[in-house]
């Protein structure tokens, strides 16, 4: 059965302190590795797409890096408007329905 | 683009009344989502469209629950009768291609009291 976790459950940091978050997947023919960020009381935004391992993408404080087996999401001197909850999801090449990860839940303190 | 829209935005029933949530999705795009977000389960796929056609729909909890899609700019959720578990954030997304990017609206929040 395709999982995906992600870990910390949480995180605390202070504004500047740059930390990584973690999706650990475990599919059968990964086609593609989404990450999104969810503020409370709305739905997922996109952020990146990752194909293959080795691969990375970076948009602001963020840049998303793929192996064989997991991902992180680098937050580079974050600030207090980073704070979400930032998902995962993975589609594999025979099933290609999105499998989410449970989230991290990212606050950033001033 | 106006992205996913969703309507209502917040839903507050009584057990047994039906629910019906509605959703546009992006123009353009040949497949749409629904999923349920609950604190317990996270983001759950209750059912999926391809070309309006209903592809897969064993993410879908219940008889009590059903799903149509009209046209390309429409489809709806339906809960009858609404029982206090469905209580629940619910997400319809879009995307163009099977596998790849899904764009979500803003949700639904449903609360059966």
């Known amino acids: 059965e395709d999982q995906v976790t992600q870990s910390p459950e949480a995180l605390r940091l202070q504004e500047g302190e740059s930390s990584s978050l973690n999706c650990s997947y475990t599919?059968?023919?990964?086609?593609?590795l989404f990450w999104y960020r969810q503020d409370p009381g709305k739905g997922p935004e996109f952020l990146f797409t990752l194909y293959s391992a080795g691969e990375e993408k970076e948009k602001e404080r963020l840049k998303a890096t793929l192996t064989k087996k997991e991902s992180f999401l680098h937050i580079t001197a974050p600030k207090p408007e980073d704070s979400a909850t930032y998902l995962c999801a993975v589609t594999t090449n025979y099933g290609q329905n999105f499998v989410f990860g449970p989230g991290t839940r990212l606050s950033v303190l001033p | 683009d106006a992205g996913v829209i969703q309507s209502p935005r917040h839903e507050v029933t009584e057990m047994g009344q039906e629910v019906t949530l509605r959703c546009k999705p992006i123009s353009g795009h040949d497949y749409l989502f629904w999923y349920r977000q609950t604190m317990m389960r996270g983001l759950e796929l209750l059912i999926y469209?391809?070309?309006?056609?209903?592809?897969?729909d064993s993410g879908m909890p219940e008889d009590r629950f059903s799903a149509k899609m009209p046209n390309a700019s429409f489809s709806t959720l339906k809960i009858q009768p609404s029982e206090p578990r469905d209580s629940a954030v619910y997400f319809c997304?879009?995307?163009?291609?099977?596998?790849?990017?899904?764009?979500f609206g803003p949700g639904t929040r449903l609360l059966v009291l």
């Open positions: 599919v059968s023919g990964l086609r593609g």
């Open positions: 469209f391809n070309n309006n056609v209903p592809i897969d």
């Open positions: 997304a879009s995307s163009r291609v099977r596998g790849e990017t899904q764009y």
